[in-house]
């Protein structure tokens, strides 16, 4: 019987001291299927971000071409095939490793230059993006096909070039690889197991990153990532892979504004991959969980045995002693507490301590979850400081490049074929040069000036300045072409840094030809205003949408622009507000009436 009840009590601590740790098991599992579902949703986000960076790359990669091959389409010895055509196009070439090649062909389609070696005559006047060129008389993009020339697989561009007439005397031709889309998605932070594809309209693969299957050229259409293949811009989904890997996959894609086809990118990361910190995680917590039950079921074991079952069995034998007629028969216990009081202090010992463990184990969990948070608020800071920087790279880039290679090119046909270039000629070239010098200028310019107002160095030089002679001043010296401007300059005199408030009238004033149609009405007003001076442009353009009037301000963000082919760095309207701010005044964006946009400046008095 002694042996029955000790039995007995034991089972029943083990019961309590296991719906005591229940709570703790029941938290641990739900936080882990929390934890890996946010990982799922936080990689399927990643992916389609991922995606989405490629496509701004290549957009970007596009607009780039845009400008190389409109500048060439104007460099004479391109245009009329003369010996130096070859010699350009590969000097040009070798500064943009994109390129699998650069060529000219005739308005018959001939090819008539190439920067790589022609082998055999080569025509393209059935390539559709030639045909486009041709009939357009603009840029034009082409579909995903097998260079003739290069033999490499990849995207063709074309623009035409023009003689006074408006017939097409050549077309500008280039061969855009696209196996750097791939090296793209190996910089990113998926890891060595993501997965990425590039494919066209119709599901062929463009490009692969890795390319173990060798899907180049095949199409994904009979595959199990034919669901990513379908009339949704952009989007997530799970799915088992070609290679039989089940994946967390992100897709976006976009359409050529000049012809081509739609172009998707598809990223994917391996599931597994993704869950298996969360799963790591779980098994610890179980594993501890686990050792802290033993721990709590040994100490309850010899509790009871040491303060219960001893004192218990010593009542049962002075009990039985004095059945037997022993009436001398004492428990000799010392302590006279009660053995159901003293277990209930164990117990709510026992409780107090499992109570301080989940405190302790909640209050670590909440400084991981802090941690954890911090690391991420670090990380977006750190992705958003790339973004801007890659950003400011690309646009830099691409803004200096163009007028340095309208200038190089211009250049050396001066240099090489100075005797044979008639005075109309002579003088376009030279205005060429001066115009791309004055754009070179002004870019950099820009530059150091916004990197003066950020270091803080930038002083003013003020003095009076009538503002109504120095807008007219400007405006004769930059009148924007294919607008009517209208002057309502009235006579301001403020003390003002007069060339700092110049390059405030000049970014209004480009800010407002670069995102207006040609044809646009454009006022520049000067107007008295209580304590200073307004300085307004206003247009009766689209207009801008309230939401994006204060981001027009901030350092390379840049709006929709009528013209693609000159988007500006982003810093234009930056560089009005900090100088705006550096006289003490400020800028903004607001409706004109009657439709379009009235960007202003106001400069306070002294």
């Not at 599901?203 to 173990?212: E, F, H, K, N, S």
């Not at 799963?279 to 610890?284: G, S, V």
Request: charged fraction near 25%.
């Amino acid at each position: 019987m002694p042996a029955r009840g000790a039995t007995g009590l034991r089972s029943r601590i083990a019961v309590v001291v296991s719906f005591a740790i229940l709570p703790a098991l029941i938290l641990i599992l739900t936080t882990g299927v929390a934890d890996r579902r946010h990982r799922a949703r936080e990689a399927l986000l990643t992916t389609q971000t991922t995606a989405r960076f490629v496509l701004a790359d290549y957009s970007r990669t596009v607009e780039g071409v845009h400008q190389l091959v409109e500048s060439l389409a104007s460099v004479p010895d391109l245009r009329e095939h003369r010996p130096g055509c070859r010699a350009i196009l590969a000097g040009v070439m070798r500064s943009f490793p994109r390129y699998s090649n650069l060529g000219v062909a005739a308005p018959n389609g001939e090819v008539v230059c190439s920067a790589l070696q022609l082998s055999r005559p080569v025509n393209i006047v059935d390539r559709a993006y030639f045909q486009r060129a041709v009939q357009t008389r603009d840029f034009a993009a082409g579909d995903y096909q097998l260079g003739r020339i290069t033999g490499v697989p990849g995207i063709n561009f074309a623009h035409p070039a023009t003689d006074d007439r408006g017939n097409v005397v050549a077309v500008i031709v280039a061969a855009l690889d696209l196996g750097w889309l791939g090296e793209f998605a190996a910089e990113t932070r998926l890891g060595p197991e993501a997965e990425l594809f590039v494919v066209d309209t119709s599901g062929t693969v463009l490009a692969q990153r890795p390319d173990p299957g060798g899907w180049v050229g095949r199409s994904l259409r009979e595959t199990p990532l034919s669901p990513l293949i379908g009339p949704a811009a952009e989007g997530t989904a799970e799915l088992t892979g070609p290679d039989g890997v089940r994946r967390l996959y992100g897709f976006a894609s976009i359409e050529a504004r000049t012809g081509g086809s739609v172009m998707r990118v598809i990223v994917g990361t391996p599931r597994n991959a993704v869950l298996a910190e969360a799963n790591r995680l779980l098994a610890r917590n179980l594993i501890g969980l686990a050792f802290v039950t033993l721990l709590a079921l040994g100490a309850a074991r010899g509790f009871g045995e040491v303060f219960l079952l001893r004192r218990l069995r010593a009542v049962i034998g002075a009990a039985e002693r004095l059945r037997q007629g022993d009436l001398s028969a004492r428990a000799s216990i010392r302590d006279r507490g009660g053995e159901l009081g003293r277990l209930s202090s164990a117990f709510d010992a026992m409780a107090e301590e499992i109570e301080r463990r989940n405190a302790e184990e909640k209050a670590a969990a909440e400084l991981i979850g802090r941690a954890f948070e911090r690391e991420q608020a670090a990380a977006e800071r750190l992705r958003a400081l790339e973004a801007m920087k890659s950003a400011f790279l690309t646009h830099t880039s691409h803004e200096l490049r163009t007028p340095l290679t309208t200038l190089v090119g211009t250049a050396e046909t001066l240099v090489s074929h100075d005797a044979e270039i008639t005075g109309g000629a002579r003088m376009d070239l030279l205005s060429r040069l001066a115009s791309s010098a004055r754009r070179l200028d002004r870019l950099i310019a820009d530059l150091l000036d916004v990197d003066r107002l950020a270091r803080g160095v930038l002083i003013l030089h003020e003095s009076e300045t009538d503002l109504g002679e120095l807008v007219r001043r400007v405006a004769a010296a930059t009148a924007p072409e294919g607008h009517d401007l209208t002057i309502e300059a009235e006579r301001a005199v403020l003390s003002v840094d007069a060339p700092q408030v110049e390059r405030i009238v000049e970014n209004l004033l480009a800010n407002a030809v670069r995102h207006t149609p040609e044809g646009t009405r454009i006022w520049l007003t000067v107007r008295s205003a209580p304590g200073g001076a307004e300085i307004g442009v206003a247009d009766d353009g689209p207009g801008v949408p309230p939401g994006l009037r204060d981001a027009a301000f901030a350092p390379l963000e840049q709006g929709p622009t009528i013209h693609p082919h000159h988007p500006g760095m982003g810093i234009g309207l930056a560089l009005v507000a900090r100088l705006a701010e550096l006289h003490g005044g400020r800028a903004w964006i607001e409706d004109r009436p009657g439709g379009g946009t009235s960007a202003r400046v106001f400069l306070p008095a002294g």
